[in-house]
C-alpha cells in the first residue's frame, strides 16, 4: 500500500476484502461446500450463549407466567369451570344416546328377524301410580291395534301383558305383579309350570315338586300354551332353589330389565304365534301333546280373536 | 492511541470515538446471539437485522474506512456462519463489508450523532444492504432476490427506529472524551 494515498487505501482494502469473499463463495458453489469449519466454530462460540439465553427466558417466562401473569386466572377458572360443567352434561347426554342407540339397534334386529310376526313398537312413557302394582303405560294404544291381553316383549324377554287399552296410551302389567303369570317351561328339563310375580324383582316358578329336576342358572322360556306369548321367548333364569313342604321355591330373575324399561313391543295378535329367537339364544323343541299349560293369571278370560 | 481525536477534513472537525476494552466484541457477539435465537421466541423479532444495525453504528463510530469494512466483514461472515445452508459464507459479508466501509466513510464527513440523522442513514444503509445482497444472489448465485418490496421497507423504517435507541444504549460504551 505504500504511495497509494491514504483515501485510497481503504478503497483498496475494500476492493480486496469483497474479491475475497467473491472468491470465497466461488468455491462454495464449485465445491459444493458449505464453509463448515468455520461454521463450526462459530456455532460453537456462539451456542453456550444461546443455551444461556434460552435457559434465561425459559426461566424469566416460567416466573412471569406462574407468578406475575395471574390476572386472568380467576377468569379463566370460571370458564374452565363451567366448560367442564357442560361437557359432563353433553358426555352424559350422549352416554344416554349411545345407550338408546344400542337398544333400538337391538329391537330393530329383534324386529328383522321376525318380520311376519305383527307387532308395533311403543315407547314407555309412564308408570304405576302405587308402589302395589307393578305396571307401566306405553305411547300406544287401541288406534295402533292394540288390545287388551297382548303380549309385551323385548328382545331380552317377556314383559307382561296388556291389561287396558285407550285411545293412545295402553297398560301393561308386568311379569313382576304379584297377580301375573305366564306359561312357561325349563329349558332343559322342559317341565311347564306357570311363572309368576311375588311384587318383588324376583319372579317365582310354581308348583314344581321336590323330585322334579331344577338346575340353578337354567333357562325358563314361555311354553306358548297360554296363547298369548309365542314359545320360547325367554322369560329368566334360576335364580335359587329351595326345598319345601310339597313344591321346590323356586325363584326366576326376569329375563327382560324390568326396572328400566323404555322401549318394547306389543304382539299385535293373539294367535299363536312361532318366533325365531336371535342366535345366541338355544331353541328348545316343542312341548309333547298335552303337556300341562300355565295361564296369565289376570284377567283370567283371554279375548279370542 | 487517544481517547478521541479530531478527523480534520476541510473544515470539519469530526469527533473520533474509541470505546471501553472489549465493548466491539462483546456487542457484536451480543447482537449475533440474540438474532439467532429471539426469533425463535418472538418470530417478529426476525425483521430486526442487529448485525446491521452494529455495523453501522461501529462504522459511523469509528470513522476509520478501514476498521470499518473489516469489522462489517467479520460480523457478515460470522452472520452467514450462523445461517442456514440457503446462505453461504460470504453473502452478509459482503453486504457488511461494504456497509462498514460507507459507514465509516460517511461518518467521517458527517455528524452522525442527531437521531434523525440515524434514522434516515440507517434507512438508507438499509437499502443498500438489501442491494448488495440481492445483487450478489442474482448475479453470483443465480437466486431470485427482490430488490426491494413494501416489506422491506417497513424493515428498514423499523430497524431504524430501533436503531436509534439501540445507538443511544451503545454510546454508553464510548470511553469518556
Known amino acids: 500500500m505504500v504511495g497509494l494515498p491514504s483515501r485510497h487505501r481503504s478503497l483498496f482494502l475494500l476492493g480486496g476484502v469483497v474479491l475475497l469473499q467473491v472468491l470465497l463463495l466461488a468455491v462454495q458453489i464449485k465445491r459444493d461446500s458449505q464453509g463448515r469449519l468455520i461454521r463450526v466454530w462459530t456455532v460453537g462460540a456462539v451456542s453456550p450463549f444461546e443455551r444461556a439465553g434460552a435457559h434465561g427466558i425459559s426461566h424469566i417466562r416460567d416466573t412471569w407466567n406462574h407468578y406475575f401473569a395471574l390476572q386472568n386466572t380467576s377468569r379463566d377458572n370460571e370458564e374452565l369451570k363451567r366448560e367442564n360443567g357442560a361437557l359432563k352434561l353433553q358426555i352424559t347426554q350422549l352416554q344416554s344416546k349411545a345407550a338408546e342407540a344400542d337398544r333400538l339397534a337391538a329391537m330393530l334386529k329383534f324386529r328383522q328377524t321376525n318380520l311376519d310376526v305383527p307387532m308395533v313398537s311403543a315407547r314407555v312413557i309412564g308408570g304405576s301410580a302405587d308402589s302395589a302394582s307393578q305396571t307401566i303405560y306405553l305411547d300406544r294404544g287401541e288406534r295402533d291395534g292394540i288390545r287388551r291381553n297382548m303380549g309385551v316383549i323385548t328382545p331380552d324377554g317377556v314383559v307382561g301383558k296388556i291389561i287396558e287399552s285407550y285411545k293412545d296410551t295402553a297398560q301393561v302389567l308386568l311379569l313382576t305383579d304379584k297377580d301375573s303369570g305366564v306359561g312357561a317351561m325349563l329349558m332343559d328339563s322342559r317341565v311347564q309350570k306357570p311363572v309368576g310375580g311375588t311384587g318383588e324383582p324376583f319372579l317365582v316358578m310354581k308348583y314344581i315338586s321336590n323330585e322334579d329336576d331344577v338346575n340353578s342358572g337354567e333357562r325358563v322360556v314361555t311354553s306358548g300354551m297360554d296363547r298369548i306369548f309365542p314359545r320360547d321367548l325367554p322369560v329368566g333364569t334360576i335364580a335359587d332353589i329351595k326345598p319345601g313342604s310339597t313344591f321346590k321355591q323356586v325363584r326366576v330373575r326376569p329375563a327382560a330389565n324390568l326396572d328400566r324399561l323404555e322401549e318394547v313391543f306389543v304382539l299385535l295378535t293373539l294367535k299363536p304365534l312361532e318366533m325365531k329367537l336371535d342366535s345366541s339364544a338355544p331353541v328348545a323343541p316343542a312341548p309333547a301333546p298335552g303337556a300341562p299349560s300355565a295361564a296369565i293369571t289376570r284377567p283370567a278370560s283371554p279375548e279370542k280373536p | ?177
Request: charged share 15%; aromatic share 10%; net charge positive.
Open chain 2, 1 to 177: 492511541m487517544n481517547d478521541t481525536f479530531d478527523l480534520r477534513g476541510g473544515e470539519l472537525h469530526i469527533e473520533v470515538h474509541k470505546f471501553r476494552a472489549g465493548a466491539i466484541v462483546l456487542a457484536t457477539a451480543f447482537a449475533l446471539v440474540l438474532q439467532a435465537f429471539v426469533p425463535i421466541y418472538f418470530a417478529k423479532a426476525a425483521i430486526l437485522d442487529l448485525p446491521l444495525l452494529i455495523t453501522i453504528y461501529f462504522g459511523l463510530s469509528r470513522r476509520n474506512p478501514s476498521t470499518g469494512l473489516l469489522l462489517g466483514m467479520a460480523i457478515g461472515i460470522l452472520q452467514d456462519s450462523l445461517s442456514g445452508p440457503t446462505v453461504p459464507l460470504g453473502l452478509y459479508g459482503i453486504a457488511k463489508t461494504v456497509i462498514g466501509y460507507l459507514a465509516s466513510s460517511i461518518g467521517a464527513r458527517l455528524d452522525t450523532e442527531h437521531p434523525l440523522a440515524r434514522f434516515a442513514l440507517t434507512v438508507a444503509f438499509f437499502g443498500v444492504h438489501q442491494g448488495v445482497i440481492a445483487l450478489t444472489r442474482r448475479l453470483l448465485l443465480s437466486q431470485p432476490e427482490p430488490w426491494f418490496t413494501m416489506h422491506l421497507l417497513v424493515a428498514a423504517l423499523i430497524n431504524a427506529v430501533v436503531a436509534v435507541f439501540l445507538f443511544m444504549l451503545l454510546d454508553r460504551l464510548r470511553k469518556p472524551s
